[in-house]
């Protein structure tokens, strides 16, 4: 029940809300979630796959967020305009969870090591999945991780409208859920926490719809990704 009040003045914010509120609500939101029975024998190491997902993939989120809010004031088309809705809230919420559970863990929500040092941890059973090559991936303009948008995309972004500013978020969302599903897939499999898994396996069918959503979209306006 309280879940779904959360969810419902979550859904409130975002048709005039800012960033920083959206994520501030959610933050304190994702530690009702946790279930309450939890034990400290569940509680992730520092180093492990779970924490380091929950760091990694925060930042990840923040990202997709960001975009879907510069597209919103970018465009008057309601088709983009609710894919970005629906991201924000979607991925908000979801990196509110990230961060809360980190909370509930004790543990800190930044790393010294590298992003996506936890997929190096445990290898096995992992050759050959989608994206595992982007843990040798060199962060520059601000892109830390596969997928994410260059400082000079975002401003790119930020300066377009209409069609064109439609194109460029489709393209780089599409291109920011790629890399998202190949840390989500790697988090399905190592992760020792349940709930970490499920939350995990959800985005990387979630992400994978929105993905052929976004083909198409992208095709009626005589683009690619």
Do not use: C
């Not at 929950?54 to 930042?59: G, P, Q």
Request: charged share 20%; hydrophobic share 45%; no cysteine.
């Amino acid at each position: 029940m309280e879940q779904r009040r959360s969810t419902r003045r979550l859904s409130r914010l975002l048709i005039g809300g800012s960033l920083a509120t959206v994520l501030a609500v959610v933050a304190v939101v994702a530690v009702l979630l946790w279930p309450s029975g939890s034990s400290t024998e569940a509680v992730p190491a520092r180093d492990s796959a779970d924490a380091g997902f929950a760091r990694d993939m925060a930042i990840h989120h923040q990202q997709a967020v960001e975009l879907s809010f510069i597209v919103r004031d970018r465009t008057g088309n309601e088709d983009v305009r609710r894919l970005a809705y629906d991201v924000i809230n979607t991925q908000a919420n979801q990196r509110g969870m990230l961060l809360g559970w980190l909370d509930v863990w004790g543990l800190p929500k930044s790393s010294q090591k590298p992003p996506m040092s936890w997929m190096k941890g445990d290898m096995n059973g992992m050759k050959g999945m989608a994206g595992m090559e982007g843990m040798d991936y060199k962060p520059h303009d601000g892109s830390l991780m596969p997928g994410m948008a260059t400082n000079t995309q975002m401003d790119q972004l930020r300066k377009a409208e209409g069609e064109a500013a439609e194109i460029l978020y489709l393209r780089l969302l599409t291109a920011h859920h790629k890399g998202g599903i190949a840390m989500s897939q790697a988090a399905a499999q190592m992760a020792r926490t349940e709930q970490v898994r499920r939350l995990a396996q959800g985005m990387v069918e979630g992400q994978t719809a929105e993905m052929k959503l976004m083909a198409d979209m992208l095709k009626q306006r005589g683009a690619t990704a």
